[in-house]
């Protein structure tokens, strides 16, 4: 019933930029917390930000803040993920998450599949 759908990854050379989109179906969108997380080869899955419903409320992981912006467009039931600066650190799975409460856990209901992203020297 409910899907998530990342896309937008690729490879990008350090300092450069990517957007990430996360279409959302099977759910009332803009009643839902949205968040990203990221997984590095052979590394636990960390919290990358979170955006509430309205947008009011958003999180940003240190190693992400100013660099990264989380948006959303609830009339096309779309989270998107603007990435800048971007540094081989960043590497990694990108996944989307729903759920009804903002947090910076892992304890969300629903997951999309996921978008790679890989930054070069």
């Known amino acids: 019933q409910v899907q998530l759908v990342e896309s937008g990854g690729g490879l990008v050379e350090a300092g450069g930029s990517l957007r990430l989109s996360c279409a959302a179906s099977g759910l009332t969108f803009s009643t839902y917390v949205m968040a990203w997380f990221r997984q590095a080869p052979g590394k636990e899955r960390e919290f990358v930000a979170a955006?509430?419903?309205?947008?009011?409320?958003?999180y940003y992981a240190d190693s992400v803040k100013g660099r990264f912006t989380i948006s959303r467009d609830n009339a096309k039931n779309t989270v998107y993920l603007q990435m800048n600066n971007l540094k081989p650190e960043d590497t990694a799975v990108y996944y989307c998450?729903?759920?009804?409460?903002?947090?910076?856990?892992?304890?969300?209901?629903?997951w999309g599949q996921g978008t790679q992203v890989t930054v070069s020297l």
């Open positions: 998450a729903a759920d009804w409460r903002i947090s910076t856990g892992e304890d969300y209901d629903y």
């Open positions: 955006m509430s419903g309205s947008g009011r409320y958003t």
